[in-house]
């Protein structure tokens, strides 16, 4: 009943810019905190990411001043800019929204992925 959606990703050289967008439908009563995480093949899936319903951010450091994350709280959507992109960027980007649904169950629910490909 509640559904997480990634879009935006694609594969683009070194340098380029992508924008993601997540977007929380269903029965949803309040959305807490939305985030962005990466995983590349072999590794752990890390958070990018992270912007609460008033706004304040976090990134993780290696994407400090090239990722910008954003919301818009009456579409429930979720974006994150990203700028200078770099090969290690590589990854599937997953989206989480940490929300109370409309029968009042608090959890973190997850996007299937989009892929981010950045060639050398």
């Known amino acids: 009943q509640v559904h997480v959606v990634e879009s935006g990703g694609g594969l683009v050289q070194a340098g380029g810019s992508l924008r993601l967008s997540c977007a929380a439908s269903?029965?949803?009563?309040?959305?807490?905190?939305m985030a962005w995480y990466r995983q590349a093949p072999g590794k752990q899936r890390d958070l990018v990411a992270s912007?609460?319903?008033?706004?304040?951010?976090n990134y993780k450091d290696s994407v400090k001043g090239r990722f910008t994350i954003s919301r818009d709280n009456a579409k429930n959507t979720v974006y994150l800019q990203m700028n200078s992109l770099k090969p290690e960027d590589t990854a599937v980007y997953y989206c989480?929204?940490?929300?109370?649904?409309?029968?009042?169950?608090?959890?973190?629910?997850w996007g299937q992925g989009t892929q981010v490909t950045v060639s050398s």
């Open positions: 989480n929204a940490d929300l109370t649904t409309g029968w009042g169950t608090v959890g973190n629910y």
């Open positions: 269903g029965s949803i009563s309040r959305i807490y905190t």
């Open positions: 912007i609460t319903a008033g706004g304040s951010t």
